[in-house]
């Protein structure tokens, strides 16, 4: 095994609720927040009614795991398996930037679960999903913009990433780390064709990658070795996933450079890659006093990993899709100042000045803006108007981002609008776990959350 590794499974082993920091412990309390707010947001939309019928099939009638979408107590693995696919369908949940790795989609279904099934506290699992940030954060990174071309990071990374923070409520020793990790990785998967066809594939990919964290996690702990070098082996993750990886990424300043604080916010409901010329489009429109009528065309100079993503869908045919058309995302920000879920659910792909307006939109890669990515999402569009004024805009660091946060308040608002979106909870329901995530390292237990 290559010292990266070991540092890394040492460092998990080691953790302890005392030694994380004090923002380090409140942003990850923002980020359950936000987890939940994105969980409960796809309650009856396809296709999740399929994952909630596929685990009322095959798992228990009951259980001390509780599915947020309907409440009801099931396993921790099939509690997992829904929580993950309904947290990543309103495309709300956050997203790592240098790693392009959406952690909480995968490190929150498969730890709350199992701090439910094993009765662990609030502060117990805000240590279990620090674990599982740092270390899905660092993997990610490690094997790099090549890996996510192909390969969906949060699916693959995810399910180590899932898997840890499993293993860190279960104490998990250094050796038994490492098990973790090999029987973790040997069965991440996910690859990016779904978008092709507007498949429901991205549920099925973070609802695998929690569940299977768990069972990796659950299994180790009762002797299930898995193998040693899955990371960096001649047959291991960045032989058969990568052509640029680079081991020291493990590693990195594990203790003192915390990951998670780097975590974004999703501030529109649609893919992250759109989200940087949004918001350069927005301010121009702000500053020009332009509507979408005075706009002739749209060029967005990007990054290579958003033609890789965005560049697959060019007529969008669901409404998941159309979060993953750069047009479609650009023509709401211009109609309606925003591209929320009511947006997208209501006009995305039936109001005809949305397609008018996505066909003057174009992708153009820009060197400036590659070189950047991935560890900074730079927002840079070209306007032409109908009058024939060329038009520019940068945004450096989109609303979301470390730099550019959203407060507790708007965290809190944007939570009461996603929940108030599939009418999930009551206002009175929404106020209360409002209150308990704001207190979570008082929690005693994780089962009043269901």
């Given amino acids: 095994m290559s010292e990266n590794t070991l540092a890394l499974t040492k460092f998990l082993a080691e953790l302890r609720y005392q030694d994380l920091p004090e923002n380090v412990l409140s942003r990850t309390e923002d980020l359950f927040l936000d987890w939940i707010g994105s969980a409960l947001a796809s309650k009856g939309a396809h296709p999740i009614p399929l994952f909630e019928h596929y685990a009322q099939r095959m798992g228990p009638a009951q259980g001390a795991a509780n599915i947020l979408v309907s409440g009801r107590g099931t396993s921790a693995y099939f509690a997992a398996l829904v929580n993950a696919a309904s947290s990543h369908l309103v495309e709300q949940d956050d997203l790592h930037n240098s790693s392009v790795l959406h952690p909480a989609t995968v490190v929150f279904p498969a730890a709350l679960a199992a701090a439910q099934d094993l009765g662990k506290s609030g502060s117990e699992l805000l240590l279990a999903c620090v674990a599982g940030y740092e270390a899905g954060i660092r993997i990610g990174e490690f094997l790099g913009r090549s890996h996510y071309r192909i390969f969906h990071t949060t699916a693959t990374v995810g399910t180590l990433a899932a898997a840890v923070a499993v293993g860190k409520l279960l104490d998990f020793d250094e050796e038994q780390f490492i098990n973790l990790l090999g029987s973790a990785g040997t069965q991440a998967a996910g690859l990016w064709e779904f978008l092709r066809d507007a498949a429901d594939s991205k549920q099925l990919h973070t609802a695998k990658a929690a569940a299977d964290g768990l069972l990796a996690a659950y299994l180790t702990a009762d002797g299930l070795t898995g193998a040693r070098n899955i990371l960096e082996g001649e047959q291991g993750m960045a032989k058969g996933m990568s052509t640029d990886a680079d081991p020291s990424k493990l590693s990195d300043r594990l203790g003192s450079r915390w990951a998670l604080l780097e975590t974004s916010f999703k501030y529109h409901a649609s893919c992250r890659h759109t989200h940087p010329a949004a918001d350069a489009l927005l301010a121009l429109m702000t500053k020009e006093h332009l509507s979408h009528e005075q706009i002739a065309s749209v060029i967005t100079r990007v990054h290579q990993g958003a033609i890789d993503v ?68 730079l927002g840079r569009v070209e306007v032409v108007t109908t009058d024939g004024r060329l038009l520019t805009s940068a945004i450096d660091e989109p609303k979301g981002d470390p730099g550019n946060s959203l407060t507790r308040a708007e965290l809190e608002d944007k939570f009461c609008r996603l929940v108030a979106f599939s009418g999930a909870r009551s206002e009175q329901q929404v106020a209360g776990l409002i209150d308990k995530v704001w207190s979570l390292r008082g929690q005693s237990d994780m089962r009043w959350l269901g």
Avoid: C
């Fill in 310 to 377: 965005l560049g697959r869908v060019s007529v969008p045919q669901s409404v998941h899709q159309a979060k993953f058309s750069m047009g479609t995302v650009l023509a709401l920000i211009a109609i309606n100042g925003k591209a929320g879920l009511t947006e997208f659910h209501e006009t995305a792909l039936t109001d005809a000045r949305v397609a008018h307006f996505r066909d003057k939109v174009r992708m153009q890669l820009d060197p400036e803006v590659d070189r950047a990515y991935p560890q900074r999402w």
